[in-house]
């Protein structure tokens, strides 16, 4: 085994470690029976987040990235359910949700659109979002402190 494969599989290892952490979030939620004041907006952002970064995986052609966000997408979209099921507020996280489905769709769809003619341009641009709704994702528990 190269020492690529194994950082690959280490990577793979740690990112569904961190995946997992939700795990606990929603034991809580079923615990107390609600979110309590709990935001939605770090699934949101993590599936946003492995969303464009499988978008990337799959315009680079890249199977450990597309494979690791499978994972983390599924993980979250798990979580996220299980988020809507508990809290008072479903309308407003599904119009949330909507309007980043909408607009997400649109993104990946010009960089596809894009990646035919120009696919260095695409996959500059699409890695930037990438880099920086990875750092959105990792920011996001800090949306807990804003909630009144």
Known sequence: MTAVQVLSWASVGTNI???????????????????????????????????????????????????VNV???????????????YTENKMAVMRVLFICGCTSSGIIYYAFFVSISRPV???TWLGFLCNALTILMFASPLSSFAQP
Do not use: H, K
């Open 17 to 67: 470690v961190l995946y997992s952490t939700g795990i606990s979030r929603c034991r809580e939620f079923r615990d107390q029976g609600s979110t309590g004041n709990v935001s939605a907006f770090p699934f949101v952002a993590t599936i946003l987040n492995c969303v464009f970064w499988l978008a990337y995986g799959m315009l680079q052609n890249d199977a450990l990235i597309w494979e």
């Open 121 to 123: 341009l695409a996959a």
């Open 71 to 85: 994972v983390g997408l599924t993980m979250q979209t798990l979580y996220l359910f299980c988020y809507v099921y």
